[in-house]
C-alpha cells in the first residue's frame, strides 16, 4: 500500500450520540484504520460496543461527529453502489421473488438514471439483460431454479445467499456483512463461510465481516479487528471503543479447514476473549495487539519504554 493514500481510511473518526438527558456518549473512539483493497477483514468486539456503527460510517449512511472517513482519499458523503451491506435478517424485500431481489439495484439505478429517456422497448430490453446477469448469479450461489421463489420458501442459508447475489450483482468494492451468518444452524453456517470465501475470491472484493463467533472472525478474516469498550489509559477507564486488536490472522489465506481445530487456533481465540471483551480484563492501551502492518499505533511500545 502506498501509504498516504490506502482505499480505505478512517482518521481521527470519532462517533457520539446524544443520551436520554441529551449529553453526548462516546460510541466510538479515535478510530483510525487503514485497508488495503482485497482484505478480508473480521470484526469482533462485545455487544454494543459499535461494530454496527463502525459499518454504518464505511456505507456513508452515517457521518462521524469528528474525524474522516476517506475512500480513495475522498469523503464518502452517501451510500452508493460501491459499498453494499448484508445483515443477519432483512435484506430481502419478502413480497419480491428471488429474481426481482437479485435485480432490485441494477433496475432503480437504470430507472433513476434513464427515467423518461429511455422508450419503454429499451427500458424492456435492458430489463432483460438484467434478468440474465441475475441468472449467472442464480447459479454462482447454486440457486438457479429458485427464481421466481419468494423469501418465505426458501431455507435461511439460501436466503442469505440471495442477499449475498443481490450485494454482488452491483460489483461493489466493499462488502459490509452484518453477523450475516448469525441466525444460521452451525452445518449452514460452515457452509456459507466457504461460500463466501470463494466468492470473496472470484470477485476481488474488500470484505468487512462483524461477528459474534471468534473462531469465524479467526477462519475468515486475513486481518481481525477487536473492537472494545474495556480497556484502560493512565487516566483511568477508557471512554467509547476504541481498536484494541488489529492483526494478521495466521495460516495463510484462504486457510484450509482444519485450521478451525488447530492449537494456534484455540490460542488466538482466547486471546481475543480475555483481551478484547472481558469486562474484568481492562487492558492497557499500550498492550493492544496492534501488530498488522497497517495498524495505527497511539502509543508505541518502546517509546512507552524509555519514557519510564
Ligand atoms: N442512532 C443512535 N442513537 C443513539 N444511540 C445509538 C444509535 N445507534 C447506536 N447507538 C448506540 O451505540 C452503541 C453501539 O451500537 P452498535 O449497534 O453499533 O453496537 P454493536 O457493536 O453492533 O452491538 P451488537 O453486537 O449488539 O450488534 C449502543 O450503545 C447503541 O445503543
Ligand atoms: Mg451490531
Known amino acids: 500500500m502506498n501509504d498516504t493514500n490506502p482505499m480505505l481510511h478512517l482518521e481521527d473518526v470519532y462517533m457520539r450520540y446524544p443520551s436520554r438527558d441529551g449529553t453526548p456518549i462516546t460510541i466510538l473512539n479515535d478510530i483510525d484504520l487503514k485497508v488495503r483493497q482485497g482484505e478480508f477483514i473480521t470484526v469482533v468486539g462485545p455487544s454494543g460496543c459499535g461494530k454496527s456503527t463502525l ?47 437479485i435485480v432490485f439495484g441494477l433496475d432503480a439505478e437504470a430507472h433513476g438514471m434513464f427515467l423518461g429517456w429511455l422508450k419503454p422497448g429499451q427500458m424492456r430490453q435492458r430489463r432483460r439483460a438484467f434478468r440474465d446477469q441475475a441468472q449467472v448469479y ?17 431455507s435461511g442459508g439460501m436466503r442469505q445467499r440471495v442477499a449475498i447475489a443481490q450485494s ?27 461460500f463466501i470465501l470463494e466468492q470473496w475470491e472470484q470477485a476481488e472484493m474488500t470484505i468487512f465481516f462483524v461477528t459474534h463467533d471468534l ?39 484462504p486457510k484450509p479447514t482444519d485450521f478451525l481445530y488447530s492449537e494456534e487456533m484455540s490460542q488466538l481465540v482466547h486471546r481475543i476473549r480475555s483481551e478484547g471483551l472481558s469486562p474484568d ?5 499500550r498492550d493492544f495487539n496492534l501488530t498488522h502492518r497497517d495498524a495505527f499505533r497511539t502509543v508505541n511500545p518502546e517509546e512507552w519504554q524509555r519514557e519510564q
Open 55 to 101: 459499518l454504518r460510517l464505511i456505507l456513508g449512511a452515517e457521518s462521524p461527529t469528528e474525524g474522516a472517513v476517506l475512500l480513495d482519499g475522498k469523503k464518502l458523503d452517501a451510500p452508493n453502489r460501491n459499498r453494499g451491506i448484508v445483515f443477519q435478517k432483512y435484506s430481502l424485500f419478502p413480497h419480491l421473488s428471488v429474481m426481482d431481489n
Open 215 to 253: 473462531e469465524e472472525a479467526c477462519f475468515l478474516g486475513s486481518r481481525v479487528l477487536v473492537l472494545s469498550q474495556y480497556y484502560q489509559t493512565d487516566a483511568g477507564r477508557g471512554q467509547g471503543a476504541k481498536i484494541v486488536g488489529d492483526f494478521a490472522t495466521p495460516g495463510g489465506h
Open 138 to 154: 442464480l447459479e454462482r450461489i447454486g440457486l438457479a431454479d429458485a427464481a421466481d421463489k419468494y423469501p418465505h420458501e426458501l
Open 281 to 285: 480484563n481492562l487492558q492497557h492501551i
Open 168 to 194: 454482488l450483482i452491483m460489483k461493489p468494492r466493499i462488502l459490509l456483512m452484518d453477523e450475516p451468518f448469525g441466525a444460521l444452524d452451525h452445518a449452514t453456517r460452515t457452509e456459507m463461510q466457504l
